[in-house]
């Protein structure tokens, strides 16, 4: 990541080193930062809750593409953190195509860890680019991702 932004709390901080470790395609260190019970949503597709299917989700995105994330700002307010976002999306069937995705991003974050997570993006830029379906055919529309917690 280049010319990253500032971050004025260890919120932001932890969010921008999370993001940059897209990059790696660890997803062993990607779930690190995410509290137990943790969802994770990229509008419009089904929000994903527990570690287990944001590992199954990690996984199935890392074996279609990589990830490298340009973050354009960020700011917070307690312990919602907002990013701008440019993630270059590369083919692995063809490294020599990239998908430059512009996303707004909102991490809710409680004792250092990520505990909801939704991107706001145009899947469709991304089908396009890639060549692929990301959305399963069957999926429904959805609505704002909520912790286990909050969904009780």
Known sequence: MSDMP?????????????LDHWESCNIDVLLGYFAEGAS???MPLPPRHGKDQIRIYLDTV???FSVRIETLNIASRDSVIFTERVDYLQSNADPSVVVPLPVTGVM???DGKIVAWRDYLDLRTAEEGLGIAIRP??????GIARTQEQAA
């Open 6 to 18: 500032i971050a004025y709390s260890d919120d932001e901080t932890m969010v921008l080193e999370f």
């Open 137 to 142: 055919a069957d999926a429904a529309m959805t």
């Open 40 to 42: 994770y949503i990229d």
């Open 62 to 64: 890392f074996s279609a």
């Open 108 to 110: 809710e974050v409680r």
